[in-house]
């Protein structure tokens, strides 16, 4: 086999926080190809699941949980100038950290922007204040107080929110080609929005469908999941958001904006996990995915508007389709049926997954002269395990593009605070492919009016296939 391409020599520390199914899944890719020493890796996290995991490694494990009250304590005596804190943790302010590590020179990168213990399911906070575009733009405004050249802080950077961003930027550059639009080789946020304006995107789902399957079937009061269950319940649990495109004619009855802050996305009155869209991906065919919030809705979204005079003259509609593992959507059944109050029992599957399953994850773009786009990933997890250890289809989609993100930071470290669109989609695409599986981009003549007609006398805009109307499932 050909010795790993060693990205870089780093010769600092990485303190990384939580060491869960990402923490597990991402240190294997770190140990092959950085030139780093264990010695120079430490591990926070309060609970010891991966514990067989870092020693393996011979990575110094401390347990603990991070809080508002230690968390400067904790951290201050791992890090200094040049030192990296990477944080896969549920539970823990991404402000607070990114924040922190700034102050210490330290370069940073998180996978969500997560609040403190609570911060999601806060019964007393009104929705609003519970939506990711509300942590966006308290994050944003973090950043902006650090300073365009302050140490790199990369927000956001797993699978989507993540990789998915530049996975829409190819797909952009594809159907241009295959359209004979001018690219004008989009650089920066005008250029890009401009290119998508021009194409006349009025859509992009996060596509996906994980067709894992469990050696051992959820049982009755069970959640399985094939990524955090932690995770998805915080998410799936938070209003349903969506970035709101231009091209749409009415806000949905139970649809609310922000009154502050881009305007770029809405907020539904309902949880994500009870929001279900029509989508499609070029293996599953038609699906159904739930509407979970995610920061590329936002962000992505915001990236690919055009103003005029301050004014949104372009937008596409952006946000999730995720039709997880069947096992998950059980899971969210019954959950649903308990009115959101967790199962008894939790359970994460990495090794326990039966071959054969594929995570196929990417952007469908909609509404161009060649109707819809899917550029992703087809990652199955046999493939997944013979291309690192410690990882399933899912985690290894997110763990090789926060790889990705640590090195770019490190060969970009005087950015301050950046979201995925403003990295460069080149380099990251090029470091993650080799372990993505088929990366395939493919048309299709898919719209959410597909057999519509056939069936019941539905409420239907039939003038615009691509009106959100149209796309939920009602
Ligand atoms: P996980 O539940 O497997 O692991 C979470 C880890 O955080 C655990 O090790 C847990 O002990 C640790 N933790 C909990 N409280 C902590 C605290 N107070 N201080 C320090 N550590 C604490 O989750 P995961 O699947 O590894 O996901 C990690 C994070 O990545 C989550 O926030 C998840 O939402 C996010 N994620 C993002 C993507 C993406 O594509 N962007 C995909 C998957 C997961």
Avoid at 444 to 451: F, I, K, Q, S, V
Wanted: net charge negative.
């Amino acid at each position: 086999m050909a010795e790993p391409t060693k990205y870089l020599a780093f010769t600092h520390r990485l303190v990384m926080v939580g060491f869960g199914s990402i923490g597990q899944g991402v240190l294997p890719l770190i140990m092959r190809h950085l030139e780093i020493r264990p010695e120079q890796i430490q591990i926070l996290c309060p609970d010891e699941s991966g514990l067989a995991v870092a020693e393996e490694y011979g990575i110094g494990f401390r347990r603990v949980a991070l809080t508002p009250d230690n968390y400067r304590a904790q951290l201050e005596p791992l890090l200094g100038p040049g030192d990296f804190l990477l944080n896969l943790s549920v539970d823990v302010s991404s402000v607070a950290l990114f924040s922190f590590a700034a102050e210490r020179g330290a370069l940073y990168l998180d996978t969500c922007i997560e609040p403190w213990l609570g911060g999601y399911t806060d019964a007393s906070a009104a929705p609003a204040e519970r939506t990711n575009y509300a942590l966006r733009e308290k994050a944003l405004e973090a950043g902006r107080k650090l300073g365009a050249d302050a140490p790199t802080c990369v927000l956001t950077h797993g699978a989507n929110p993540g990789l998915v961003s530049h996975f829409a930027k190819q797909a952009l550059l594809d159907i241009a080609r295959d359209t004979g639009t001018e690219t004008g080789n989009p650089a920066g946020q005008a250029g890009w929005s401009d290119l998508a304006r021009r194409l006349g995107v009025k859509v992009i789902h996060v596509a996906e469908r994980d067709t894992q399957v469990p050696t051992t079937p959820k049982r009755p009061g069970e959640f399985v999941n094939t990524w955090s269950v932690d995770g998805f319940y915080s998410e799936g649990c938070q209003p349903a958001e969506l970035g709101w495109g231009t091209h749409e004619k009415g806000l949905p009855a139970d649809g609310r904006r922000h009154d502050s802050g881009s305007d770029a996305a809405i907020y539904l009155l309902r949880p994500g996990a009870s929001t279900r869209v029509r989508t499609w991906t070029p293996l599953a065919g038609p699906i159904n995915g739930f509407l979970i919030t995610h920061n590329e809705s936002i962000s992505l979204a915001d990236y690919l508007t055009v103003r005029d005079g301050g004014k949104a003259v372009y937008r596409p509609t952006v946000h999730y389709a995720y039709h997880p593992c069947d096992s998950a959507v059980l899971s969210v059944h019954e959950l649903s049926g308990r009115q959101w109050q967790m199962q008894e029992a939790k359970r994460l599957i990495v090794d326990e997954v039966q071959p054969g399953g594929i995570d196929e994850l990417g952007v469908l773009l909609c509404g161009h002269g060649r109707n819809a786009y899917w550029y992703g990933s087809q990652l199955s997890v046999d493939e997944a395990r013979r291309l690192a250890p410690h990882n399933n289809a899912t985690s290894l989609q997110v763990t090789i593009p926060v790889f990705a993100g640590l090195v770019w930071a490190c060969e970009n470290p005087k950015r301050g605070l950046v979201e995925p669109e403003q990295m460069d989609h080149e380099r990251i695409l090029e470091i993650c492919r080799p372990y993505l599986g088929p990366v395939v981009g493919v048309y299709g003549d898919w719209t959410p009016l597909h057999r519509r007609e056939e069936l019941f006398a539905e409420d239907i805009d039939r003038d615009d296939p691509w009106q959100f109307k149209n796309i939920r499932v009602v």
